[in-house]
């Protein structure tokens, strides 16, 4: 079992920087791989990113390549997503997740989720 809680999102201007952060609690914490997605109003739920085990394999859609960053922490049972060069389109709520299975980019679904924390970009 593995309880997530997000923080970190807000608003910001476009180009700007948000750093989302997921504390995790549970033993097993570092079994999991550990996700993030977004859902933007109106619009079907998102892969971000995912990061293994060890933190050592990470992988992004398109989308965020080269903008985004995600890492984790299992003797802090914490994973962070720092966001550069935000765009209008990455405006969403982001969810981090957890699941023992790896999930592929096109993933809807993982076994825990956060509450998720809204992340605002303007123009």
């Known amino acids: 079992q593995v309880q997530l809680v997000e923080s970190g999102g807000g608003l910001v201007q476009a180009g700007g920087s948000l750093r989302l952060s997921c504390a995790a ?21 998102e892969f971000v990113t995912g990061i293994s085990w060890r933190g050592t394999t990470t992988y992004y859609v398109d ?24 765009k209008p389109e990455d405006t969403a709520v982001y969810y981090c997740a957890a699941d023992r299975v790896l999930k592929g980019v096109g993933a809807r679904t993982a076994d ?6 809204q992340v605002t970009v303007s123009s």
Do not use: C, H
């Open 25 to 45: 609690s549970g033993r097993t914490f570092r079994n999991y791989y550990i996700y993030w997605f977004r859902q933007a109003p109106g619009k079907e739920r």
């Open 63 to 86: 989308s965020v390549k080269g903008r985004f960053t995600i890492s984790r922490d299992n003797a802090k049972n914490t994973v962070s997503l720092q966001m550069n060069s935000l």
């Open 112 to 117: 825990y989720w956060g509450q998720g924390t």
